[in-house]
């Protein structure tokens, strides 16, 4: 039985894995930005113009606890996803601007990947 690598890019480098997970997730959504965010709203990893990744990850931690708050410059208008998770106890936001009908599932999928890199370290 012969065993398919999937991972085109690999790294045993945390910060390098992140980002080649952060990359691929965004490309296969078709995202604008995608950013994997701290509580702090510093960007981890991020994929995307740089002004946006940032305004998108110091406004994850926000908008992974409320509903509606105003965006700032950068963002309003877009359409901007943010889900949760909890890796050694620390909550992370993986935070999106646009994207395809599949955005949810790769968003999903992706989530998978960052627990993984980050269990891994």
């Known amino acids: 039985m012969r ?15 992140l980002r080649f997970q952060i990359d691929h997730a965004r490309d296969q959504a078709r995202l604008e ?12 990893a991020e994929s995307g113009d740089r002004a946006v990744c940032e ?9 992974g606890r409320t509903i509606s708050m105003p965006m700032p410059p950068l963002l309003r208008g877009a359409d901007v996803a943010v889900r949760t998770m909890r890796v050694h106890g620390q909550p992370l936001y993986l ?3 646009g994207g395809t ?7 999903a999928t992706s989530l998978r990947g960052v627990e993984r890199i980050l269990a891994a370290n």
């Open 3 to 17: 065993i398919v690598e999937r991972r085109i890019r690999r790294s045993e480098q945390r910060e390098l894995a």
């Open 33 to 44: 930005a995608l950013v994997l965010a701290d509580e702090a709203g510093i960007a981890l």
């Open 55 to 63: 305004e998108l990850a110091a406004i994850a931690p926000l908008l």
């Open 95 to 97: 935070a999106s601007i």
């Open 101 to 107: 009908v599949a955005r949810d599932a790769l968003l």
